[in-house]
């Protein structure tokens, strides 16, 4: 009998370690991030029988705060921009490996004065360290028309501190 309540302890506390070891990753990274963003890129034009004109896009900061839920999934967040330009905010999803956050693709605004164009970020990786959130992502955009082209490559990357 008393090896039955053995076993059966041993069990209630194996379960309840597994059960806290799967809601420790994504619950202390909930809560609201301020912090800036660093846009810089290249951008391409190319009209038949002119040189090829090529020119880099100086760096901008941007302040940005970002909203992090828990997902619906095992170790996924939801990350949400909910404070800068409203065609540049987005929400996305990731899933969290200890430190490191891996986020699904999204779509977000690229723009310069009444030209507004969405484009798709593929590759938005992060990590969180303290209470400090560091991200980096890349997009792209190029349109060709009777042999004129244009193309925008950016990158961007910044970190977040919890509030």
Known sequence: MKSMYKQSFYLLVILLLAGFSACSKVKPLVGTYEGVTT??????????????????IPPENKSVIFEITKGNKKNQIILKQIAGNDKEQF?????VNKKEVVFDSF???LGYENIQVSVKVYNMKGTFDDGLFTYDYTYKYAQSLFGYSVSINMKANGEAQKK
């Open 107 to 109: 779509d977000i605004g």
């Open 39 to 56: 846009n810089s890129g290249t951008y391409k034009l190319v009209i038949p029988e002119y040189d090829e004109i090529s020119e880099a």
């Open 91 to 95: 929400q996305t999803t990731g899933i």
